[in-house]
Every structure is written in C-alpha cells, then in structure tokens.
C-alpha cells in the first residue's frame, strides 16, 4: 500500500539545492528537485510504513536532514512561508594551494571592484591600467610552503571587467591576452557577442592595459545591474536587457562622469592567485 505526502520547504540557505530525497527505508523517492520546486510544495507517493523523509543538498551546499511526516491542515499548508537563512553550511578553503577561487570543487567568482572620484569637470576614461601580480602554485612535496612553491606568470589575468558610473556602463568586457605577432588574430577583436563583448589586454612593464570600450547601455533612465539571488549582492549582474553590444556606427559614446568603478572578475578559472597592488584610470578633462 501507498501514500501520498506533500513536501514543502520552510528554511534553507541561498546556496541549498537541487536535493535528493529519500525515506526510512533506504528508498529514492525523487532526485534533482529543485529548491524552487520544494518551496512551492510539490506531492510525492511513498509507502505506507514510510515515517521519515531524509532531504540531501547535492549541489554546492551539501547538507542532509531527517524529517518526520505529519498532518497538517490545509490552512497550515498555505500558512507555511519560506525563509532563507545565511547559516546553511561550513566552508572549507585553501585546503589546496594551487586552488584560490575554488569551493568543494566549483570555480565561484573572484571579484575586486575599484571606485575612483575626480575633481569638479566631469572627465572621460582613456584607459585602464592595472598593476596586478598572478601567481601559479606547484605541487607541495615536503608539506612546507615557500615563496619557491609559486611562479609570477605573464599569460594569467582577469576574464572579464565591467566599467561603470552612475548613468553608464561598458557592458561585461571579456579579456582576452592580446595575440602576438599575429596580425590576422589581432584584427579579430573586438568580437561583439550577444551578451559582451571579447577585448584584448596587453601586459608590458608588468602593466596590464586595455582601451577598447564605450557605454554600452541602450537607456540610462533604466537600471544597469540587476539582483543577484545567488550571491546576495545588490548590483552583482549586469541588466542585459539594457546593454547593446552591437557595433553602433558613430554612436560609440565615452564613459563620461566625475566618478567611475572598475570591477575585474576572474570566474573561468581557480588555478592562479591574483594580487592586485594599484590601478590606474588615465581620464581627459570634458569641457562642456
């Protein structure tokens, strides 16, 4: 004989999800539920002798919990609202030198965002000059970590950088290192893609440089970042709906104001450790 139980979820943490379910009996009753799925309330048939549903975290946040069944109203059912919690599981980091970025296996975003304020005219950003050191770890053999345990490389930097004020934004810029002695490479860039755009970055004098962007936004009465429900953060994700990518003619405009911020991202990868010392934003005063 069978049952029919409804799961609803009440608490979990931002990073909770998908689960596996299963009951006191060893049995899978469902795999890869979503947390969005959980919070609605979703039905499950199960045994009749089943009096204990476990749930397991799978994804970034493993985390398992025993439940048991019990009755409940209508009412109840839809007086259950769910609440997220920012305890929801320990983590462990730097248990792997030659990881920095990365979280029980996953490269999570490693994000450093520089605001720069200029005196009373408004100025226009030339370029960005960014003096960063990357360093690669080797294996540890002995257990002793030195400065001989790591290399300063030429070929490692950020993947993406967004410029921005308070009225405009580049849009996510994807950095590429700039192709050498390649002309035919080189004339390739910038690329347009649908939701960036792909710009090379030079390293010299242990510089790295790039110039190749403009506000980017179709509207600047209309928010330029979104939400991020992932990550908690109010202006994480840039708002696609209002960037343009395309080539736009003429219509390149320059990032124009008497403020600025410079967020680089590294997110493809968690084998090398970035050590920003200073940055620089070469700007040109704007007479009106």
């Not at 059912?77 to 920095?100: E, G, K, M, S």
């Amino acid at each position: 004989m069978s049952k029919t139980i409804i799961v609803k979820l009440t608490k979990a943490g931002s990073t909770a999800g998908p689960f596996t379910i299963t009951d006191n009996n060893g049995n899978v009753v469902a795999t890869d539920v979503s947390k969005k799925t959980l919070i609605r309330g979703t039905a499950f048939i199960v045994n009749n002798d089943v009096t204990i549903l476990y749930l397991e975290s799978t994804g970034k946040c493993p985390i398992k919990k025993g439940f048991f069944l019990e009755s409940y109203t209508v009412s109840d059912f839809a007086d259950a609202v769910f609440t997220q919690t920012t305890t929801a599981c320990l983590w462990r980091h730097l248990t792997n030198i030659q990881l920095y970025n990365s979280y029980y296996g996953i490269t999570q975003p490693y994000i450093i965002e520089y605001p720069f304020a200029y005196q009373f005219q408004d100025e226009i950003l030339q370029n960005v000059v960014d003096y960063t050191k990357a360093y690669e770890y080797l294996p540890i053999f002995n257990g002793v970590f030195d400065d001989n345990t790591r290399i300063e490389t030429n070929d490692k930097w950020f993947n993406k950088a967004v410029l921005y004020n308070g009225q405009q934004s580049s849009g996510v810029l994807e950095l590429v290192a700039k192709p050498l002695n390649n002309m035919r490479a080189y004339m390739q860039y910038p690329i347009l893609n649908t939701e960036s755009k792909t710009i090379t970055y030079t390293k010299s004098d242990n510089f790295y440089q790039y110039n190749t962007f403009w506000a980017a936004e179709k509207s600047s009465q209309i928010p330029l970042f979104r939400t991020s429900c992932e990550s908690l953060s109010i202006d994480k994700v840039v708002n696609q709906a209002n960037m343009d990518y395309g080539s736009r003619s003429f219509k390149k405009a320059t990032l124009r104001a008497k403020e600025l911020k410079v967020r680089h991202i590294l997110d493809n990868e968690s084998n090398v450790h970035l050590v920003s010392q200073f940055i620089l934003t070469p700007a040109q005063i704007s007479y009106k």
